[in-house]
């Protein structure tokens, strides 16, 4: 097998930091006559070691590897994690994994990456092992937005907090949640408008900050404007967490299809009205600001 350049993170969100990285491995590899390999892992380290809810990820597994494989031209090997793996220190890591794999020519690291496991503390004679096997260690630079190196973590903070823009801005397209129409209880379209349930209980990525954001739906191909109310719907005494969007100039059944959201932009917070007409005319305010978002 011809030597490789390798790169290897969980690359949660293929945001455009890992997308710089990305070309970096592509152009380096053209530099070198290497062949570019990307290794990440099936599963977060963080949700193997500490549980499903350790960390809520930008990205199913099947939305990554498909970012990754559209964002270059280079192999994607999908190392299965488990806790005998997250065992291995830095330089074990790199002998029984990586260079298991293919022969090194070239490594190249992330601005803030590391592996293997820190009880260890070796990750420091890496670059003693890499010089003794001629293996070239190459380290990228960060992408900023604002002054603040883009990552997953920055990403996750801006959602958490509602700021849909710059989660958008740092992830480099729109962050999106899919679902399965579910039956609700037909409250919106007694007040005119009708709504898409979505249950959140079954969503596994990180969802945003409860909040009435504008965004667009896609359904078999096509793509429609609404408003989307995530969290409680305290007006109607609704509890339970949901994510109800009401399309725009949209009329069809929607009962068991599954939707893709997207979400644009942030409108307001969930808050209690005094009636349903006085809820019912705030829901028509935000769709006339949702129009203007696009």
């Known amino acids: 097998m011809n030597p490789v350049i390798a790169t290897i993170g969980m690359f949660d969100g293929v945001h455009t930091g890992h997308r710089h990285l990305l070309r970096?491995?592509?152009?380096?590899a053209d530099a070198l006559s290497l062949h570019p390999v990307v290794f990440t892992f099936d599963r977060h380290p963080q949700q193997v070691?500490?549980?499903?809810?350790?960390?809520r990820l930008l990205t199913t597994g099947e939305e990554?590897?498909?970012?990754?494989?559209?964002?270059?031209?280079?192999?994607?090997?999908v190392l299965p994690f488990d806790t005998d793996m997250a065992d291995l220190s830095a330089c074990r890591f790199y002998e029984t994994v990586l260079r298991a794999h293919a022969p090194l020519g070239a490594l190249l690291m992330g601005y803030d990456n590391v592996f293997g496991n820190k009880r260890h503390d070796d990750f420091g004679r890496l670059r003693e092992?890499?010089?003794?096997?001629?293996?070239?260690?190459?380290s990228d630079t960060p992408v900023y937005l604002d002054g603040v190196a883009v990552s997953s973590t920055q990403i996750r903070r801006a959602l958490q907090s509602g700021d849909i823009g710059r989660a958008n801005a740092m992830l480099g397209y729109r962050y999106t949640l899919s679902g399965t129409v579910v039956a609700g209880r037909r409250i919106g379209r007694t007040l005119g408008f009708p709504t898409a349930n979505l249950d959140c209980d079954r969503?596994?990525?990180?969802?945003?900050?409860?909040?009435?954001y504008a965004v667009i739906v896609s359904i078999d191909g096509a793509e429609w404007r609404g408003v989307a109310n995530l969290g409680a719907q305290p007006t109607v005494g609704g509890?339970?967490?949901?994510l109800e969007i009401h399309l725009i100039d949209f009329h069809?059944?929607?009962?068991?299809?599954?939707?893709?959201?997207?979400?644009?932009?942030?409108?307001?917070?969930?808050?209690?009205?005094d009636s349903r007409d006085a809820l019912a005319a705030q829901i028509q305010?935000?769709?006339?600001?949702?129009?203007?978002?696009?």
């Open 49 to 55: 070691l500490h549980g499903a809810d350790a960390v």
């Open 24 to 28: 970096t491995l592509q152009s380096q």
């Open 129 to 138: 092992l890499l010089q003794r096997d001629g293996v070239l260690l190459i």
């Open 285 to 294: 305010s935000d769709i006339d600001q949702c129009k203007r978002c696009f």
């Open 239 to 242: 509890l339970k967490r949901s």
């Open 203 to 212: 969503m596994s990525k990180l969802l945003p900050a409860d909040g009435v």
């Open 64 to 77: 990554r590897l498909s970012r990754l494989r559209e964002a270059g031209t280079y192999d994607v090997v």
């Open 252 to 273: 069809a059944q929607l009962y068991g299809m599954t939707l893709t959201v997207s979400f644009m932009s942030r409108l307001r917070d969930i808050r209690a009205f």
